[in-house]
């Protein structure tokens, strides 16, 4: 059964970093593609930063230079590191998996598996 499980989300100043976690099981890193998206009250959820299989990374143009995706297979997990965070980066953040991958994409109808998402909260 695959599960996603985030975690890492807080309220945070302008200018500082957080680090997200999911937790993943019955994922095979080197077959999914693995996403974050994030969800603004109000708006819809929109892609954030993927890592497809091969490695091949893909970033939305607004967090590029600023987050950084990860995997760890050993630990089962992906990652983002979230840097210089701006109040326009808060909202719920949802890691998200698709198989088969066939490549980078951002696209929220593209993934097949979601976690329930963690709260990101970024203040002036």
């Known amino acids: 059964q695959v599960q996603l499980v985030e975690s890492g989300g807080a309220s945070v100043q302008a200018g500082g970093s957080l680090r997200l976690s999911c937790a993943t099981s019955?994922?095979?890193?080197?077959?999914?593609?693995m996403a974050w998206f994030r969800q603004a009250p109000g708006n819809e959820r929109k892609g954030v930063a993927v890592?497809?299989?091969?490695?091949?990374?893909r970033y939305e143009d607004s967090v590029k230079g600023r987050f950084t995706i990860s995997t760890d297979n050993a630990k089962n997990s992906l990652f983002l590191q979230m840097d210089s965070l701006k109040p326009e980066d808060t909202g719920m953040y949802y890691c998200?998996?698709?198989?088969?991958?066939?490549?980078?994409?951002?696209?929220?109808?593209?993934?097949?598996?979601w976690g329930q998402g963690t709260q990101v909260t970024v203040s002036s």
């Open positions: 998200a998996a698709r198989w088969p991958c066939w490549g980078p994409t951002l696209s929220v109808s593209q993934y097949n598996t």
């Open positions: 019955g994922i095979t890193f080197n077959t999914h593609c």
């Open positions: 890592i497809a299989t091969g490695d091949s990374i």
